[in-house]
């Protein structure tokens, strides 16, 4: 055997040394339950919108990770049309109309999605206000953007998983049709 011969066959063995353990390696990853996959997604991109809505409401205040608990009657902080009408320069919609707007949407589509309940839509009007975002606010900030996309699109294509609302309402769906 040539030295030329057994430089270029090394690589060879090693690489079928190695298949055995990574397709052992893929096979344990195949196995994700899409369920489990949909519930941290829906907990995250959920806990994302929410924080935004938080800081975008007085007088109620509700942050599980801090343990803030404000439950009071919401309003708008004094701050945020002015954010609207100087930074974020909607076009088409009044500050004074897109502020309650987005206050509103990123407290009830988040808490839509962490239940389980209208999932396919609420995570589609979240996908559009960051496709808004995106496009009109702040266009460098596409890397943040593409990964909300990348879960809200998940939960639009999948649901939301079995441990939801929305796959009980199915069930019993199902089940009455029989």
């Not at 930074?87 to 990123?106: G, M, R, T």
């Not at 999605?113 to 995106?134: D, E, H, K, P, V």
Request: glycine share 6%.
């Amino acid at each position: 055997m040539n030295s030329t011969t057994t430089l270029a066959s090394a690589p060879r063995a090693h690489a079928c040394r190695l298949e055995g353990p990574i397709r052992a390696a893929i096979g344990i990853a195949a196995r994700i339950p899409d369920s489990l996959i949909c519930l941290l997604g829906r907990f995250s991109i959920a806990a994302i919108f929410w924080k935004s809505g938080q800081t975008k409401v007085q007088g109620f205040a509700i942050d599980i990770v801090s343990g803030e608990f404000q439950l009071g009657l919401p309003r708008l902080s004094d701050s945020v049309v002015a954010l609207f009408r100087d930074e974020y320069k909607l076009p088409l919609v009044p500050p004074e109309i897109a502020a309650p707007l987005a206050a509103f949407a990123e407290h009830l589509f988040p808490l839509l999605i962490l239940i389980g309940l209208a999932t396919r839509f609420s995570a589609a009007a979240l996908l559009a206000m960051t496709a808004t975002i995106q496009l009109l606010v702040y266009p460098d900030a596409w890397p943040t953007h593409g990964v909300w996309a990348a879960v809200l699109l998940f939960l639009v294509a999948k649901g939301p998983g079995v441990l939801s609302i929305d796959h009980l309402i199915a069930r019993r769906h199902a089940r009455t049709e029989r």
